[in-house]
């Protein structure tokens, strides 16, 4: 006799005695697996049911946003895990140390990170090589993923922070470098310049030209100035919108950018002296008590035979009752 008619002609004596015995929890069981196949302790992750699996994907994804104090304890607590450098699964490596990530924080930034981070398995800790670039460097870059912080920026790491958001394409840390590239003064502002133009930064470049052209006086005594490329030099130096309080200006700060380097860029100074200085301009006095004392550069045949022009072209004008003459006019 089966099991089963066994158990009914008992439950069946039971009841006719009118002795009723209570069902315990566990006859409700209708598996004795264990209960990992239930829910998966190893990634938190319940079994997927049928009913879950046909279910639409939502349609309402404003609902689905979080609100604001979720996000603020979310973002709190990767940057504290980042600070910390746990659970990270990124590494740069520098060419003085290591710097950790997190896959999740870079991705959200980045398509094209996003696109490559899914080559790898979720398992997989990803090195990336930044030997080009030191632990300061990365870790400022890092800094503003994270903390959305833009305070410690400082001229130092400016260019490599413009590189790594080039390289990794995150638009953030160049967004954050050309709010400080437009905080200009003096002494940076034709390192900025030269920044701007570099990356193709063209809607912070013009205003900081501007700047430049407005503060030329401060800005030709500066180091940067001496650093200047001769073409962008003839450029700043020939345009109509320089501020400065008479040609000689123009004419002092070209010669104290070819005294820096007297040996390789005075072979530049005829095409300087022609093309940015109008030494018309200067008054015959002052071209021959100030400009023509500068001995070292009117040695240059060239350079002497430009400003004996413009010094013969004045006499003329004068001369001629202030009409002008053919060399001038």
């Not at 996003?114 to 030191?134: A, R, T, W």
């Not at 700060?253 to 002296?273: F, G, H, Q, S």
């Amino acid at each position: 006799m089966s099991k089963e008619r066994e158990r009914e002609k008992k439950d069946k004596g039971k009841k006719e005695s009118g002795d009723e015995t209570k069902v315990t929890r566990s006859e409700y069981f209708i598996s004795s697996e264990p209960a990992k196949y239930r829910y998966d302790a190893t990634i938190g992750r319940a079994r997927a049911h049928p009913y879950v699996d046909s279910c639409p994907p939502c349609n309402k994804p404003v609902q689905c946003v979080m609100d604001e104090d979720r996000c603020t304890t979310v973002g709190n607590h990767i940057c504290m895990l980042w600070l910390e450098q746990k659970m990270c699964d990124v590494v740069f490596k520098c060419c003085d140390g290591t710097v950790k990530a997190h896959k999740v924080v870079l991705s959200a930034y980045s398509e094209r990170v996003l696109e490559n981070f899914k080559k790898f398995s979720d398992q997989e800790i990803i090195n990336v090589d930044l030997h080009e670039y030191n632990v300061n460097s990365v870790i400022l870059f890092l800094n503003i993923l994270y903390v959305d912080s833009e305070r410690q920026i400082e001229d130092e790491y400016i260019a490599p922070l413009l590189e790594l958001s080039q390289l990794l394409d995150m638009y953030p840390v160049k967004e954050a470098c050309k709010k400080f590239l437009l905080c200009n003064h003096p002494e940076n502002a034709i390192f900025h310049y030269v920044l701007a133009d570099h990356y193709s930064m063209f809607e912070i470049r013009d205003p900081i030209y501007n700047y430049i052209l407005e503060n030329f006086l401060e800005i030709c005594e500066t180091k940067h100035f001496l650093w200047l490329h001769p073409e962008r030099l003839m450029s700043l130096l020939s345009d109509d919108r320089l501020h400065v309080s008479s040609e000689l200006d123009v004419f002092c700060a070209m010669a104290y950018w070819i005294d820096y380097n007297r040996k390789e860029r005075i072979v530049l100074a005829p095409k300087m002296l022609r093309n940015c200085v109008r030494l018309m301009h200067i008054s015959p006095e002052c071209l021959v008590c100030k400009v023509e004392k500068v001995s070292w550069l009117f040695d240059n045949p060239e350079c002497w035979a430009i400003l004996n022009e413009a010094i013969r072209c004045h006499a003329l004008y004068r001369s001629n009752g202030g009409d002008g003459c053919a060399c001038c006019s």
